[in-house]
């Protein structure tokens, strides 16, 4: 009984562990739609991209661009208009710079 359990509770958390995987859309409806900003006075959310998935685990600041639809938390789409945008992003070189520069409806939903 205690192996079963234990079995599930590493299925579940395997499911939720990885956080921040990120499919960009080029067609349908996506769970949200970004602006890329050229300066970071202009962003929402400083945003670093994550060679690992592990390292967007539970973090909305950290990206990890999915190959495919299925395995992504979020899908997006990237929009021309700051106007069309839900969030408007701007991208870091360094993960010690990423995070919310303004209080934002979608800070914590992003994982």
């Given amino acids: 009984m205690k192996k079963l359990l234990l079995l599930i509770l590493m299925i579940l958390m395997g499911f939720t562990c990885f956080a921040g995987s ?6 349908g409806k996506p769970d949200l739609v970004i602006w890329i900003a050229p300066y970071k006075s202009q962003a929402d959310l400083c945003v670093y991209v994550a060679p690992y998935r592990s390292e967007a685990r ?9 190959k495919y639809r299925s395995s992504a938390d979020i899908k ?36």
């Fill in 22 to 27: 990120v499919y960009v859309m080029d067609s």
């Fill in 58 to 66: 539970g973090k909305d600041e950290i990206w990890y661009f999915e």
């Fill in 76 to 111: 997006i789409k990237i929009t021309k208009y700051k106007s069309q945008a839900d969030l408007k992003i701007y991208y870091v070189k360094y993960k010690s710079e990423a995070g919310w520069r303004k209080s934002h409806p979608w800070m914590g939903r992003l994982h």
